[in-house]
Nanobody, 126 residues
Framework: QVQVTESGGGLVRAGDSLRLSCAVSGRTEDVFSMGWFRQTPGKEREFVGVIAWNTGMTYYSDSVKGRFTISRDNAKNTVYLRMNSLQSEDTAVYYC???????????????????WGQGTLVTVSS
């Protein structure tokens, strides 16, 4: 199994920067991608960005492209979300997400699973 735990949220002012961390534990060798999502009350969870665990390739939503950067430190089993030029619209609970694969039988069949963190609140004051 894989577990993820976010940290780093807080209260910042518009224009500030903040870095969130997501620590991955368990069978980290089974992880193949890590993503960040965010959610505000009354709205659906929104995709922010994703990073391929092995290659480091990233992909971002249009709303954060150019301002947010996802990186990883495989040695520390940690993924980061660097957020620059924060705006009030970025206020949300940010969730870390991991996709990983497990072997389900002796023939080696695999199944993809996912896990979510508990979320960390980012509040941007205008």
């Amino acid at each position: 199994q894989v577990q993820v735990t976010e940290s780093g949220g807080g209260l910042v002012r518009a224009g500030d920067s903040l870095r969130l961390s997501c620590a991955v534990s368990g069978r980290t060798e089974d992880v193949f991608s890590m993503g960040w999502f965010r959610q505000t009350p009354g709205k659906e969870r929104e995709f922010v960005g994703v990073i391929a665990w092995n290659t480091g390739m990233t992909y971002y939503s249009d709303s954060v492209k150019g301002r947010f950067t996802i990186s990883r430190d495989n040695a520390k089993n940690t993924v980061y979300l660097r957020m620059n030029s924060l705006q009030s619209e970025d206020t949300a609970v940010y969730y870390c997400h991991a996709d990983y694969t497990v072997v389900v039988n002796v023939e080696g069949a695999r199944r993809d699973l996912e896990v979510w963190g508990q979320g960390t609140l980012v509040t941007v004051s205008s």
